[in-house]
């Protein structure tokens, strides 16, 4: 490497920016841990009610256990596995305590993922009279203590960079990368580890020579424009030290599409059960729509059979709309075109795009403004009936059969913590109370 070359890896501060990369280590399986200490230092995954491993602890991973993987195969590789049901009430308290932990050192926090967070804690040396790495082995320190989770911290100058770290010594691990070291880290640094090089990329980048990250960075940054265009400068630029991608810390507003779906258990033929899925898919992806003060025109339904193969329609709305009434039949024709009566399916899914604010008028000619408007207002009763009782205790009667089928689990693939109810409580709508198990 030039000398030229090698001023732009080190600089005279440290931490131009000091990016940290909070990770969970194996989440799911960490809250389940943490809520039944029994748990704690078996091989266990999450997901016995998908069929479906959902999460893996560290100790099946040594057995070579992992996400995605037939919960029969998973228990070929390691027999003393424990399969537990899903309980993702529960998380989602985890998650919320633990961004609240790291709120407390820092308000420069983005909620990356349900288990992920970035803050930027630049400047905050004097308040803490500690430096950069101490700050956040605080941080860490204190969400095992008070949460009894692992995270692995990544700390750097940019986003990109700190990603690298967190994942560099997992799990419950901890690296720090000022910039007079970053030129060394790259050099050990593999290129699937940079978040937004995906297999294909990688493979690209190889065939031109570049064996690691430094490799990348220590090329022009014309040969990352023309090979990846304005993703490939602004990684290129992110690797080099410099804060191209700035904390989003406000909630997440603007959507292209949204989703959602479902892996039940034991698959089905049975037309009215897999329909009433697509239905509860179909309902809980229009009550984020209005959460978010949404609409849309364009549905996509897919129906996924025991075989893993996905037979998908889509369509489209003559006009936007958020009530799951004006798409429900749309929905149903779909269904029948995709449906059929030989195939066992193991889940079902919608996609809602073409997304405009809502209050945007596309109605036609020859729609019913009256008819709009009713359907409008019952949706808003909908979501404050079950904003009071629980979601979904309001539903279409297409999704009905669900409740009768008790969610169509049998009852040891409930979690436990929709069994062992607080005085009050339903599986639904439970206190934000985490129960431990000891």
């Known amino acids: 490497m030039s000398e030229n070359t090698d001023k732009y890896f080190i600089t005279l501060s440290s931490y131009p920016r000091a990016i940290l990369h909070i990770d969970c280590d194996a989440f799911f399986a960490s809250c389940e841990q943490a809520g039944d200490p029994r748990l704690k230092g078996k091989p266990i ?49 985890y998650s919320e305590r633990m961004f609240d932990i790291i709120k407390r050192f820092t308000p420069s926090v983005e909620e990356f993922s349900i288990d992920e967070a970035f803050c930027d804690i630049t400047g905050l040396r004097r308040v803490y009279r500690a430096s950069y790495p101490e700050i956040a082995g605080r941080m860490k320190e204190r969400i095992q203590k008070e949460l009894g989770l692992t995270v692995s911290v990544g700390l750097s100058l ?15 691990g ?32 190889r065939k031109h020579g570049i ?38 810390r406000e909630e997440k507003k603007k959507y292209l599409s949204i989703s959602k779906t479902r892996t039940f258990m034991p698959a089905s033929r049975e037309e009215d059960h897999v329909k009433a899925r697509l239905t509860r898919n179909l309902e809980s992806a229009c009550i984020k729509l209005r959460r978010h003060s949404l609409s849309a025109a364009k549905l996509l339904i ?15 709305l003559n006009r936007h709309s958020s009530s799951t ?23 079902t899914g919608v996609v809602l795009s073409d997304i405009v604010p809502e209050g945007v008028d596309s109605r036609t000619l020859f729609d019913d403004p009256v008819r709009i408007e009713k359907i409008a207002r019952l949706s808003k009763v909908t979501d404050t009936i079950n904003i009071k009782y629980g979601k979904h205790t309001l539903h279409v009667a297409a999704s009905d059969t669900l409740k009768t089928a008790g969610n169509g689990h049998p009852r040891n693939n409930v979690a436990w913590r929709k069994q062992e109810l607080l005085k009050g409580e339903t599986p639904r709508k439970r206190l934000k109370i985490p129960l431990l198990r000891v």
Request: hydrophobic content about 35%.
């Open 302 to 316: 897919y129906l996924k059979a025991s075989d893993f193969k996905t037979c998908g329609l889509e369509a489209k």
């Open 174 to 205: 901890f690296t720090a990368v000022p910039g007079y070291r970053l030129h060394k880290f790259l050099k050990c640094s593999h290129l699937d580890t940079v978040c937004g090089f995906g297999p294909n990329t990688v493979e690209l980048l």
């Open 45 to 93: 995954v999450t997901g016995k009610e998908r069929g479906i491993i959902s999460c893996a602890s560290y100790e099946a991973k040594a057995f070579g256990v992992k996400r995605g993987i037939r919960l029969s195969e998973a228990k070929r590789l390691c027999p003393a596995l424990l399969i537990l049901p899903s309980d993702y009430e529960t998380y989602s308290l």
């Open 211 to 248: 064996k690691n990250v430094f490799d990348y960075v220590n090329r022009p940054e014309d040969f990352a424009k023309r090979l990846l265009g304005k993703v490939g400068i602004e990684l290129w630029r992110e690797l080099r030290g410099e804060s191209v991608y700035k904390l989003c």
């Open 158 to 172: 940019s986003k990109t960079l700190a990603k690298i770290c967190s994942r560099h010594d997992k799990p419950d």
């Open 325 to 347: 009434l004006d798409f429900m039949g749309i929905c149903g024709k779909l269904f029948n075109i995709a449906f059929n009566e030989n195939i066992m399916y193991r889940a």
